[in-house]
Nanobody, 120 residues
Framework: QVQLEESGGGLVQAGDSLRLSCTTSGRTAAMGWFRQRPGLEREFLAAISWRGGGTLYADSVKGRARIARDSTKTIYLLMHNMTPGDTGVYYC?????????????????WGQGTQVTVSS
């Protein structure tokens, strides 16, 4: 397992964009973003592979979200046109060994989550 540190949450106005960052303490095979909205189960948003840079998106955010990585063990989630329905806790997750996945059970390390609130 690795340590994950998220940043970038907070209050966002409807229509604005969101940028979240997550830095890992060690080597991972892939990393992803999930969120848990009030009253709902945690859901997958996007994932990225460190080796090839391949990406995977949930249908619910495809076209509105982008996941990226840099050379410093940090990944980013960019989401555009935020709505109050995007309010929730956003989690970064990592697989130390594996392939791109959308199921949370495939990830063995999790960040503590960062609250994102979208006001109308």
């Amino acid at each position: 397992q690795v340590q994950l540190e998220e940043s970038g949450g907070g209050l966002v106005q409807a229509g604005d964009s969101l940028r979240l960052s997550c830095t890992t303490s060690g080597r991972t095979a892939a990393m992803g973003w999930f969120r848990q909205r009030p009253g709902l189960e945690r859901e997958f948003l996007a994932a990225i592979s460190w080796r090839g840079g391949g990406t995977l998106y949930a249908d619910s955010v495809k076209g509105r979200a982008r996941i990226a990585r840099d050379s410093t063990k940090t990944i980013y989630l960019l989401m555009h046109n935020m709505t109050p329905g995007d309010t929730g806790v956003y989690y970064c997750a990592a697989q130390t060994d594996g392939v791109l996945a959308s199921r949370d059970v495939e990830y063995d390390s999790w960040g503590q989550g960062t609250q994102v609130t979208v006001s109308s």
